[in-house]
Nanobody, 115 residues
Framework: QVQLVESGGGLGKAGGSLRLSCAAS????????MGWYRQVSGKQREWVAA???????SYADSVKGRFTISRDNAKNTVYLQMNSLKPEDTAVYYC?????????WGQGTQVTVSS
């Protein structure tokens, strides 16, 4: 059974930084793409960043140049380093994974950015 557990959310200040972590279990982590999404209450979940098994990354325009996704295959963990935070980054952040059997989501971690 695949499990994704996020951590590292909390309260940040505009211009500051936070780092999210997502620990995966129950899957062959190294061969699967991983991603981060976020959702504001009452709005659709939006894609933030993704990292392929070969390390190639991609980002939503809204976070490009400020956020960095990375992975540590030895620890089965994916990270989201968030710099130059803005109040509009406030959301619940979700880790996601895809393998040949399906797609999976973590429980989410709240990020709140104060101005």
């Amino acid at each position: 059974q695949v499990q994704l557990v996020e951590s590292g959310g909390g309260l940040g200040k505009a211009g500051g930084s936070l780092r999210l972590s997502c620990a995966a279990s129950g899957m062959i982590f190294a061969i699967n793409p991983m991603g981060w999404y976020r959702q504001v209450s009452g709005k659709q979940r939006e894609w933030v960043a993704a990292i392929a098994s070969n390390g190639i990354t991609s980002y939503a325009d809204s976070v490009k140049g400020r956020f960095t996704i990375s992975r540590d295959n030895a620890k089965n963990t994916v990270y989201l380093q968030m710099n130059s935070l803005k109040p509009e980054d406030t959301a619940v952040y979700y880790c996601s994974a895809v393998d040949r059997y399906g797609s999976y989501w973590g429980q989410g971690t709240q990020v709140t950015v104060s101005s």
